[in-house]
């Protein structure tokens, strides 16, 4: 897969990011703020992230989409473990990213790329999302907040 970094002159591709997050208005204030990434397989996109600084020395991972038919193939992952090279290389020391309670492939997977579960923000969905958003058969209600140390990533880099 090659993964780049989006030009100033393309658009995000707006109905993959929204698969991951049903909020475009969300979607396109963190696209203001952010770096979007896009990965193609064979000149066809398969996937998309985007990366928001948020605080000195942290930058947090805002979405993660896959198409569909990449799904189950190792793309998120590699989208993933790009965001972090990145990140390590561009000097962050710490990678955040947020997933719904009921986004448990999502969070298998965050979890085996070495981020670890830190909070709960209770309730975020459903006080910051206008429509009740379901998963896997369960409302997603609370947003489970996971982080991951980029130190041992940036001794890579030196």
């Known amino acids: 897969m090659i993964i780049r970094r989006l030009a100033e002159h393309e658009l995000p591709p707006m109905e993959l990011l929204?698969?991951?997050?049903?909020?475009?208005?969300?979607?396109?204030?963190?696209?203001?703020?952010?770096?979007?990434?896009?990965?193609?397989?064979?000149?066809?996109?398969?996937?998309v992230y985007v990366l928001l600084p948020t605080r000195p020395d942290t930058i947090e991972l805002v979405n993660v989409a896959v198409e569909e038919r990449h799904q189950g193939r190792g793309t998120g992952k590699q989208l993933i473990l790009h965001a972090v090279q990145s990140a390590a290389q561009l000097g962050y020391r710490t990678m955040e990213l947020g997933t719904g309670n009921s986004s448990v492939n999502?969070?298998?997977?965050?979890?085996k790329c070495g981020f670890r579960i830190v909070g709960v923000d209770l309730d975020f969905f459903t006080r910051h999302y206008p429509e009740v958003i379901y998963e896997n058969g369960i409302i997603c209600r609370?947003?489970?907040r996971l982080s991951k140390d980029l130190l041992t990533y940036k001794?890579?880099?030196?």
Not at 32 to 43: A, K, L, M
Not at 106 to 111: D, S
Request: glycine fraction near 6%; hydrophobic fraction near 40%.
């Open 18 to 47: 929204l698969s991951a997050d049903p909020c475009r208005k969300k979607v396109e204030a963190y696209l203001t703020r952010g770096e979007c990434f896009t990965g193609f397989i064979n000149d066809e996109l398969a996937g």
């Open 106 to 111: 999502q969070l298998a997977l965050y979890q």
């Open 142 to 144: 609370d947003m489970l």
């Open 155 to 158: 001794q890579l880099f030196k």
